[in-house]
C-alpha cells in the first residue's frame, strides 16, 4: 500500500542553524501538508501546497519557515533559523484533493538545542 | 476555523469491550476524519464522513454524523491490546483543506 515517508526520523540541531525536513508523498497525490505536533499538544497545521505553490498557510508558518518540491518526488519543509520552540514533531501529509482524505508520514522529531 | 473537541481525554477499558468516543465541532463541515496515533509515531488515517452520510464502516469501527448537534462518535467494536492509542478527529475549513484536530481520547485497552 502506498504511503508517505518521512527523512530523518529524528534531527537533533542547535538553536539558529537551518534544518530541512524531507517528504515524500504518495506519487499520484496532488495536494501536500505540513502540520506539527508540539509534545502533548494538538496537531497543528502550518501549510498546504499545490501546484508548485503554497495554497494555504497558517500563522505558526512565518518568513523563517519555507516548502519546496525540488522534483517530481520530494517535498521539503526548510526552517531558516531554529529556535527552541521548534522542537516537536514535524508531519508531512497528502491528499489526492478528491476526497481530502490526508495520509500522514511518520513524522520527524525535531529537537533544537 | 473549525474545532474538533474529543472527549472522553482518556478512557481504560478491557479487552473485548466497546470504546466509543465523541468528537464535537464548531462550524459547518464537508467532512469529519478519524485518525489514530500510537505513542511517539504517526498518524494514521481511519476513517472520512462526509456532511451528508450518517453512519460509516470500516472493519471493527463504525463512525457516526450528527451534523444538526455537531458531533460524531468513533465506536471500536471488540476491542483489542493494540487499539491502544490517541484517536483524534479532523475536520477541514470553510473551503479548505486544513484540517483541524482536537486533543485526542487516549484509549487504554488492557489485556
Known amino acids: 500500500e502506498p504511503e508517505v515517508t518521512q527523512t530523518p526520523s529524528h534531527q537533533v540541531t542547535q538553536m539558529g542553524q537551518e534544518v530541512i525536513l524531507r517528504c515524500v508523498p504518495i506519487s499520484n497525490h496532488l495536494y501536500f501538508y505540513w502540520y506539527r505536533q508540539i509534545l502533548g499538544q494538538k496537531v497543528e497545521f502550518l501549510v498546504s501546497f499545490y501546484n508548485n505553490e503554497i495554497s494555504e498557510k497558517s500563522e505558526i508558518f512565518d518568513d523563517q519557515f519555507s516548502v519546496e518540491r525540488p522534483d517530481g518526488s520530494n517535498f521539503t519543509l526548510k526552517i531558516r533559523s531554529t529556535k527552541l520552540e521548534d522542537s516537536a514533531m514535524y508531519f508531512c501529509a497528502s491528499s489526492d484533493g478528491v476526497s481530502n482524505e490526508q495520509f500522514f508520514g511518520p513524522g520527524t522529531r525535531l529537537t533544537v538545542l | 476555523s473549525q474545532q474538533g473537541e474529543e472527549d472522553p481525554q482518556a478512557l481504560s477499558i478491557q479487552e473485548g469491550e466497546n470504546a466509543t468516543m465523541n468528537c464535537s465541532y464548531k462550524t459547518s463541515i464537508n467532512n469529519l476524519q478519524w485518525y489514530r496515533q500510537n505513542s511517539g509515531r504517526g498518524l494514521v488515517h481511519l476513517i472520512l464522513?462526509?456532511?451528508?452520510?450518517r453512519e460509516k464502516h470500516s472493519g471493527r469501527l463504525r463512525v457516526t454524523l450528527d451534523t444538526s448537534k455537531k458531533s460524531s462518535s468513533l465506536l471500536i467494536t471488540a476491542s483489542r491490546a493494540a487499539d491502544t492509542a490517541s484517536y483524534f478527529c479532523a475536520t477541514p475549513g470553510a473551503g479548505s483543506y486544513q484540517l483541524t484536530f482536537g486533543k485526542g481520547t487516549k484509549l487504554s485497552v488492557i489485556p
Open positions: 464522513i462526509r456532511s451528508n452520510e
